[in-house]
């Protein structure tokens, strides 16, 4: 028998958002994804939200200090925004096996997206 993958989903972002209503979008995109309603609810039951600046080196280094296991970082930024955060992640000793997942757009031109390839480079091999 195949085991279960234990996922927690921590967000963060400058926002204020109350648990109700990151709930709510976790749903939506799990519901999206058609995944059962049963592991939508166990996944919320962990679920959480941080209001936090990560661009902010303490606070980016107190959310992941008080993460555990590996670490799936979910970029869902501006192409600028992501290589600033990409600096100070560099500067953090991250646990082995992290990985770094990026949406669209991939920076502004060709140069712009091979320089952040590189830099995520010097975060994770």
């Not at 166990?42 to 959480?48: K, M, S």
């Not at 008080?66 to 992640?89: D, E, I, N, R, W």
């Not at 992290?98 to 995520?120: M, S, W, Y």
């Amino acid at each position: 028998m195949e085991s279960e993958r234990k996922v927690r989903v921590v967000g963060a972002d400058r926002s204020e958002l109350s648990e109700q209503d990151w709930h709510g979008k976790i749903r939506t995109a799990m519901e999206a994804g058609e995944v059962p309603a049963e592991r939508i609810e166990a996944l919320l039951t962990t679920a959480e939200y941080v209001k936090a600046d990560l661009l902010k080196p303490d606070q980016l280094a107190s959310l992941l200090g008080a993460q555990t296991g590996p670490l799936v970082l979910y970029f869902a930024l501006p192409p600028q925004v992501s290589v600033k955060l990409c600096a100070l992640l560099e500067t953090i000793d991250l646990p082995p096996g992290t990985r770094l997942a990026l949406e669209k757009p991939f920076g502004h031109d060709l140069d712009a997206a091979r320089a952040l390839n590189a830099q995520l480079l010097r975060v994770v091999p």
